[in-house]
């Protein structure tokens, strides 16, 4: 089997931090995301008013069609392909209140929910059965040159060095994308997110401004100064804010991607027999047990300090504020994306 970099594992990295984000800290007093005033705009386009089991449902049904057009589409290209509807796309649910990083059990057990996390822990436990691609005969019966047009047709060639940038970035194209680039967008056009759409594009800026002028706020500021306090007390120096802490644990966890995968440009033969899985490594083992002990160290300056209560408060206020200065365009954009379910 081969990869073309470490991209499929830090999508499901960043998944982990965004419903992180979502589900909203467990112990902020009275208050959580759910009373966000933003929130209540948001959810609208992004599910926030589905249960879990709903979602789950809507998840299900988008990828079935989207398999039924990648077969057609291939059957249009000269190859066959069965629907795929069970390549582990489906969504990661927070039903059973897994998520709790405000709790000193879970903390000493996850640390951030970075390198081992309860979303990992449903996965292995949801694939013990052995996974069988419903095409794998199939391909296995082409030549190499065929299987090579094969994957290309499916997902549209590898980007070369000049598309992926210096930086090692990509700005993905459905049009390069082959039949599944294809078969998502003819989905998703029916069910578009409208807040990616140029009709909300001022407000989309606006909203990125916000959010990042929030942080630098003199609330935050004051409040992230008394924690990073408490850290360089507890020795742990360095951090201006608490996410620079996750995000010392995120950046080392790239750099064991990065060594393992290269910059994505080219492809890793992940079969071949000095590869080693960085997941299983030594040192992404030492880098779990770096999180744990940071993050629990965390925990007690947030606790110190009532972090989570505090930062809710300055948050909802702040966003209150930019609820009132951009009402309008807040409404209509949650209408658009009722409409568009």
């Given at each position: 089997?081969?990869?073309?970099?470490?991209?499929?594992?830090?999508?499901?990295?960043?998944?982990?931090?965004?419903?992180?984000?979502c589900s909203g800290p467990s112990s902020g007093g009275d208050l959580s995301y759910e009373d966000s005033p933003l929130n209540k705009y948001l959810s609208a386009a992004y599910g926030g008013d589905?249960?879990?089991?709903?979602?789950?449902?809507?998840?299900?049904?988008?990828?079935?069609q989207t398999e039924e057009l990648v077969a057609k589409c291939m059957a249009e290209e000269g190859f066959e392909y069965a629907p795929n509807t069970d390549n582990g796309s489906g969504m990661m649910t927070n039903a059973d209140g897994a998520w709790e990083p405000e709790k000193r059990e879970w903390v000493e057990k996850y640390g951030y929910g970075m390198i081992?996390?309860?979303?990992?822990?449903?996965?292995?436990?949801?694939?013990?059965?052995?996974?069988?691609?419903?095409?794998?005969?199939y391909v296995e019966s082409?030549?190499?040159?065929?299987?090579?047009?094969?994957?290309?047709?499916?997902?549209g060639p590898t980007p070369d060095e000049e598309e992926m940038g210096e930086d090692g970035s990509y700005e993905y194209r459905w049009e390069d994308a082959g039949c599944q680039g294809w078969a998502q967008h003819e989905v998703e056009g029916e069910n578009a997110d409208p807040f990616q759409s140029e009709e909300f594009a001022d407000l989309r800026t606006k909203m990125e401004e916000f959010w990042t002028s929030s942080q630098a706020s003199p609330e935050f500021s004051e409040l992230n100064s008394a924690w990073?306090?408490?850290m360089d007390d507890a020795g742990e120096p360095g951090f201006t804010t608490q996410q620079d802490a996750i995000q010392s644990i995120i950046d080392e966890q790239t750099a064991l991607y990065d060594a393992a995968y290269g910059d994505g440009s080219e492809p890793v033969d992940t079969e071949a027999p000095d590869f080693e899985d960085p997941n299983e490594s030594a040192a992404m083992k030492e880098l779990g047990e770096r999180e744990i002990e940071l993050a629990l160290v965390?925990?007690?300056?947030?606790?110190?300090?009532?972090?989570?209560?505090?930062?809710l408060e300055i948050q909802f206020a702040l966003e209150e504020k930019f609820v009132a200065?951009?009402?309008a365009e807040l409404e209509?954009?949650?209408?658009?994306?009722?409409?568009?379910?």
């Open positions: 089997m081969r990869s073309t970099g470490p991209l499929a594992a830090l999508a499901a990295t960043a998944m982990v931090f965004v419903l992180a984000g589905l249960s879990p089991e709903e979602q789950q449902k809507l998840s299900e049904e988008r990828q079935a081992n996390s309860p979303f990992t822990e449903e996965q292995q436990a949801a694939t013990e059965e052995e996974y069988v691609d419903p095409n794998q005969d082409l030549s190499e040159s065929e299987q090579t047009a094969f994957y290309e047709t499916l997902y990073a306090a408490c965390d925990l007690g300056c947030r606790e110190k300090t009532s972090y989570t209560k505090k930062s200065d951009n009402k209509a954009f949650k209408s658009a994306a009722e409409q568009s379910k």
